[in-house]
């Protein structure tokens, strides 16, 4: 690969879904200044965040935690650009124009951003160094992961999830422009302006070579598209750890012992997903153990029902961190690789004072 070096990267998060190459173009040139890579493959998302980034990503931390006042401020204007984001949106359904289109991706842009900015993560080794040398930053800190949950719910509706306000609006532009829906979520951000501008349209042929799967990277502050055998070569890159090993988010005063449940994050029904999981688990006498790549606050519904969380993906200030200290529920975050080595019905020991989760004979 010349373009971008895998090694430079880390993988921190997959889903499955049917996300956007334009939502991700649109995503990554707002980051243009940190190193982040996205694949979409196979109707699946594979997000990986670079190693100099993710101590840029701590480094904010003391910058937007140590004045109360500027974060408060950054609280409340995240609140206030959400509101624009509703606002622009129903106006957008009252009077479906171009004018309207745009002044809602403009909005919207500015929204994501404050969930950019406070998208980073931590390790626990992190997180006890900000708590031991800048213990009123790390009070702050802690704030930005209930903030973090609560924007994630309001990316979800804006998005991610079905029917969110996005599409809506991509598939009101796709009518206005006389092209397929198909084919506009396949644009690169500056083609749309082209098209809403312009009228100019993108070609079906290279529009069928994003369909088959892609990259885009934001990376030493350049955007980089990958496509067919570069991405073959990305997703072939498996992880050689054999032991289940993570960070603790969560304690427990004993070992958990119990039966594996897993949870496949689909973002396309994710709601179906939810009852469909309740249902199986709800004659399940033993411990559950929740395996997942990665939570989502859609999840809620699950959570009051399981003894342990165990991702594969994330740090100390994800969502299944946060959620786990909130309710007291044991979880181990960023294994890699325990959702593919664990099945359902599992026994298995949850060790979080060393972080360890064994199968059990």
């Keep these: 690969m010349n373009k971008i070096n895998l090694a430079d990267f880390k993988k921190n998060y997959e889903a499955s879904g049917n996300f956007r ?3 991700v173009d649109i995503l990554r040139n707002m980051t243009r200044e940190t190193d982040l890579f996205t694949v979409i493959k196979e109707n699946k998302i594979h997000h990986y965040v670079g190693k100099t980034a993710l101590k840029d990503f701590f480094n904010r931390i003391p910058i937007l935690c140590s004045d109360n006042l500027k974060f408060s401020k950054f609280v409340e204007d995240s609140e206030k650009s959400w509101r624009k984001v509703v606002d622009e949106f129903n106006k957008l359904k009252r009077k479906e124009d171009l004018e309207n289109i745009q002044s809602f991706l403009k909005v919207l842009k500015k929204f994501l951003y404050f969930y950019v900015i406070i998208d980073f993560d931590a390790s626990s080794a992190d997180e006890e160094k900000l708590k031991s040398k800048k213990p009123l930053v790390y009070e702050n800190y802690k704030k930005i992961g209930q903030l973090k949950n609560n924007l994630r719910k309001k990316v979800n509706k804006a998005v991610l999830t079905e029917g969110n306000y996005f599409i809506q609006t991509i598939k009101i532009l796709a009518e206005k422009t006389n092209i397929k829906f198909s084919e506009i979520v396949y644009y690169k951000e500056s083609e749309l302006n082209d098209l809403i501008l312009k009228l100019i349209y993108v070609s079906r042929e290279e529009i069928k070579k994003r369909q088959e799967g892609f990259g885009v990277a934001s990376y030493k502050n350049q955007i980089y598209y990958l496509f067919e055998e570069e991405l073959n070569q990305i997703l072939n890159n498996s992880s050689d750890k054999e032991e289940i090993r993570g960070d603790v988010a969560c304690t427990a005063k ?3 012992i119990g039966r594996v449940k897993k949870f496949d994050l689909n973002f396309d029904n994710i709601e179906s997903q939810i009852v469909q999981f309740i249902e199986k688990i709800k004659n399940v006498e033993e411990p559950i153990v929740l395996v997942v790549k990665a939570t989502t606050p859609e999840m809620m519904l699950i959570f009051g029902k399981i003894s342990a969380i165990v991702t594969d993906y ?3 200030n ?10 007291n529920i044991p979880c181990i975050v960023g294994t890699e690789i325990a959702s593919e080595i664990l099945d359902d019905d599992d026994l298995v020991e949850v060790d979080t004072e060393k ?3 064994k199968k059990v004979n």
């Design 355 to 357: 972080g360890i989760v």
């Design 21 to 23: 190459f334009l939502l």
């Design 254 to 256: 004993e070992n958990i």
């Design 314 to 316: 994330g740090g100390m």
């Design 318 to 327: 994800t969502h299944a961190a946060i959620i786990s200290r909130e309710m």
